[in-house]
């Protein structure tokens, strides 16, 4: 790789564009004697260069095209700046066939890449090791399954974007049943969609057979008899608390943490 001062393009030794690494910039030195930089058809328009583009493009900026009115105010020419982007849009499509077309420049560029700036790894989550105490031995989760349940009991805050049938349920349940047997958490609760409420519960209890489920009836979450349910998820010894979305909805959010989250500045409707 070339030295962060070194002249990029030159040509009989006469450098004109150079990478300015105090500033983090590509200037012009001078005039470039490439025909091709100087194109107004296939790489630029009549009002954008190719080498202005290719410059905005190298500096991060989007090429834009100005006009001087009679009063000396200046002003964006919409017109002729969608046509210069445009082009920009070509230039560096064409720019990333052309980069990755030679396989020695491509591993090349790569490694260096790769050696510089990609220095962070996204963390790899194993659940080989879980044994799942008090699962039906009949099942036996797969290691995408055990994965998530080990990814869910390491962060706080986890999305399960499997394809359906791969067993989200089952991994749910698990991850409930062991952050609740490993003291990281004391009650859980489950919000599922209205239609599957049932078929979630017996899922969850089929795979663990001992597991102290509650689940509402049609007429708990009514007007009469939801406090009391709520009284009896608030005291029950649960290990996991099973409602529909419907359900959810119902239940009311303390006044101070409501007035804290509408007062908070991410709340605010713009």
Known sequence: ???????????????????VARTAEWVLEMQPLIPA????????????SA?????????????KVVDE?????????????????????????RFAEWLWSDADRAERLATYYNNTFNAVRPRAYDGSHLTLPGSNPAFNLRPHQKA???RILQERAVGLFHEVGAGKTTVMAAAAMELRRLCLASKILIVVPNDI???????????????????????????????EFMARIATGDWDAVIVAQSHFTLV????????????SPATVKR
């Open 1 to 19: 790789m070339l030295d962060a001062e070194e002249p990029r393009w030159s040509r009989s030794g006469k450098q004109f564009v150079n990478y």
């Open 37 to 48: 930089a100087r194109d107004f058809g296939d790489w630029g328009t009549h009002r954008a």
């Open 51 to 63: 080498l202005s583009i290719v410059l905005d493009l190298l500096n991060g900026r989007l090429p």
């Open 69 to 93: 009115l009679d009063d000396g105010r200046r002003v964006v020419n919409q017109q002729e700046t969608l046509a210069a982007q445009e082009k920009a849009e070509t230039l560096q499509r």
């Open 148 to 150: 998530a349940v080990w």
């Open 197 to 227: 409420l049932q078929q979630f519960a017996e899922e969850f209890q089929h795979f663990y057979p001992l597991a102290r489920l509650l689940v509402p009836g049609k007429d708990d979450f009514t007007p009469a008899r939801r406090n």
């Open 252 to 263: 009311p959010v303390d006044p101070e943490t409501e007035a804290e989250f509408s007062s």
